[in-house]
């Protein structure tokens, strides 16, 4: 816990159950006396990809309070403000479950509400988000084209059976998949080319992958637009990639994924992705723990 101006600001890691691990950020659960550029210079002066403000709860109505807590909830990267963010989620859940306890959550973000259910498992809590309604799309050849220039990835270096597509499950990312773990793990890309294309575009990353099993997949997301190379853990490129690989026919309607992401920054972390037949809705979850310091 530090201090800003006032402003009580917690430090979680979510997606690893160790702190060095997963993806950090930022939880200011109090956030109601603080307007955007306030928000904005504290994601800055932390540099984490995201950190999450809660600017609200809802009130008790007259019947008692209400069966869900229910908080609005706010993400901003150190560049902007962005609609929904995975790993910030996560951590302003574990933040409250070890506040007020395990239970439910619903955040109302810009993107629409995402309910969080906070359970302990095996003496770790663990927190799984469902996502709004997501969309999977097309990308014109020539964006492709652009985007691969800025990876200074040639396109025989693309796995065929993966092909890529913009996926939105609360924030937009362009899927493309790598042929090998090398070609995944050779990261090197022109960052503000790939800045500019992913603004025209209104991308908040790219969601790199490179298939290990039939659910076992390796993932790595530039960040350019939020003013990180990379994002270590990154949950709303999970859910997106949840609803890529369902439209696409590359895994059953239900089934269960996991996604290892940040080895190749050294932050390890795991992400769970789960599709369920009767619900379009897909869910991620992970562990996390506190940041001390």
């Excluded at 059953?252 to 009767?278: I, K, Y």
Aim: glycine content about 10%; overall charge negative.
């Amino acid at each position: 816990m530090s201090q800003n101006s006032g402003t009580e600001i917690l430090r979680y890691t979510a997606f690893s159950a160790d702190p060095a691990g997963g993806n950090p950020a930022g939880v200011v659960l109090d956030a109601s006396g603080l307007d955007a550029a306030a928000m904005l210079a504290v994601a800055a002066e932390l540099g984490y990809s995201e950190s999450a403000f809660l600017t609200g709860r809802n009130e008790p109505g007259h019947d008692g309070p209400p069966a869900v807590r229910e908080y609005t909830i706010r993400y901003f990267s150190p560049k902007a403000e962005v609609p929904f963010c995975g790993h910030a989620t996560v951590a302003a859940a574990l933040a409250l479950a070890e506040r007020d306890g395990p239970g439910d959550l619903v955040f109302r973000t810009s993107a629409g509400p995402v309910p969080v259910t906070v359970a302990r498992e095996g003496g770790e809590l663990r927190a799984t988000l469902t996502s709004v309604a997501p969309e999977v799309m097309d990308i014109a050849p020539d964006d492709l084209a652009e985007a691969l220039a800025a990876l200074d990835w040639p396109a025989g270096d693309l796995d065929p059976a993966l092909p890529p597509r913009i996926a939105y499950a609360g924030a937009r990312h362009l899927v493309v998949a790598a042929a090998t773990r090398e070609r995944l793990a050779d990261l090197d890309y022109d960052f503000a080319r790939l800045e500019a294309l992913m603004h025209r575009l209104d991308l908040t990353t790219l969601q790199l992958v490179w298939r290990s099993s039939s659910t076992v997949f390796h993932v790595r997301d530039p960040f350019p637009v939020g003013g990180v190379v990379e994002d270590p853990a990154t949950g709303a490129a999970a859910a997106a990639f949840g609803a890529y690989a369902r439209a696409l026919g590359l895994v059953p309607d239900t089934a269960t994924l996991t996604l290892h992401q940040g080895e190749d920054l050294g932050r390890p972390g795991t992400l769970t992705v789960e599709l369920r037949s009767d619900d379009v809705r897909v869910r991620v979850s992970g562990t996390g723990t506190r940041i001390e310091g």
